[in-house]
């Protein structure tokens, strides 16, 4: 049971920042994604973490409209994933999706467990 919260909604240039928890599942075993999706738009991927203490040991990578702006990180003892963005623009308004799967992938099809969405809204 995969959960998302912190949404909301912001000025440009503000910031949020999402957590994604899951009961039942330890994060750190995981590789955890956000994907988002947009009114009219397909889902894409923001950011993604491969699991802890594997080769890839929980190394990141973001999509390239987020980079320098989105930051993902683990919080073990509380078992949350946290994305923090900053410097928000109006194109990432969107539903928000954490995506929990085996390895770290831009593919929604590699992930088993997804939250409901929380919503960014950026607007004036």
């Known amino acids: 049971h995969v959960v998302e919260s912190g949404g909301g909604s912001v000025h440009p240039g503000g910031s949020l920042t999402l957590s994604c928890t899951a009961s039942?599942?330890?994060?750190?075993?995981?590789?955890i994604a956000w994907f988002r999706q947009a009114p009219g738009k397909e889902r894409e991927g923001v950011s993604c973490?491969?699991?802890?203490?594997?080769?890839?040991?929980?190394?990141?990578d973001y999509a390239a409209f987020v980079k320098g702006r989105f930051t993902i990180s683990r919080d073990s003892a509380k078992n949350i994933v946290y994305l923090q963005m900053n410097n928000l623009q109006s194109e990432d308004t969107a539903v928000y999706y954490c995506?929990?799967?085996?390895?770290?992938?831009?593919?929604?099809?590699?992930?088993?467990?997804w939250g409901q969405g929380t919503q960014v809204t950026v607007s004036t």
């Open positions: 995506a929990v799967g085996p390895w770290s992938s831009w593919s929604a099809d590699n992930y088993d467990y």
């Open positions: 973490v491969s699991s802890t203490g594997g080769s890839s040991d929980g190394a990141a």
């Open positions: 039942g599942l330890t994060l750190d075993y995981y590789a």
